[in-house]
């Protein structure tokens, strides 16, 4: 029913086998092609949310998932944990220790490192471009000299 809806009924699936089996191919084909699209955005994000985590230092406002929120007063990289400081003067200061994971939201920037770019290397002076620069040159001092 399906095939004959794809092929319009000219054919059947008995007497033409390749269209059926070039169908399932392009699906299959279309398939994977989502897969590897979808899996490298997901691989794109991971490595964001990474970065976002790395930047977080002392200082740093974060709200957990938990819905904390504080001022980040310690990092320690040895258990991937993090001392947040809630509270105030007033009603009492709160230390609590997270994993680096329980980050919901912080103010942390990474850092952009972009690729170091070659300074662009002149080229040698030629012979012709010594002339076309002399040319220039003379015909410069003449309109000064004409003004």
């Known amino acids: 029913m399906i095939w004959n809806l794809l092929t319009d009924g000219a054919t059947t699936p008995e007497s033409d086998p390749w269209g059926m089996y070039i169908t399932i191919g392009v699906i299959i084909i279309l398939f994977v092609v989502m897969f590897i699209f979808n899996n490298r955005s997901q691989k794109k994000r991971q490595k964001e949310l990474e970065d976002t985590l790395n930047a977080v230092k002392p200082g740093s406002k974060v709200k957990t998932i938990g819905g ?8 320690c990289p040895d258990d991937n944990t993090f001392v947040l400081e809630t509270g105030n003067e007033a009603n009492g200061k709160c230390f609590i220790r997270f994993d680096k994971q329980a980050i919901y939201q912080t103010d942390a920037v990474p850092e952009k490192t972009e690729p170091t770019q070659a300074a662009p290397v002149a080229a040698e002076p030629t012979s012709e471009n010594a002339v076309a620069v002399e040319e220039t040159t003379e015909t410069a001092e003449e309109t000064q000299e004409n003004k």
């Open 68 to 75: 904390i929120c504080g001022i980040v007063v310690e990092v």
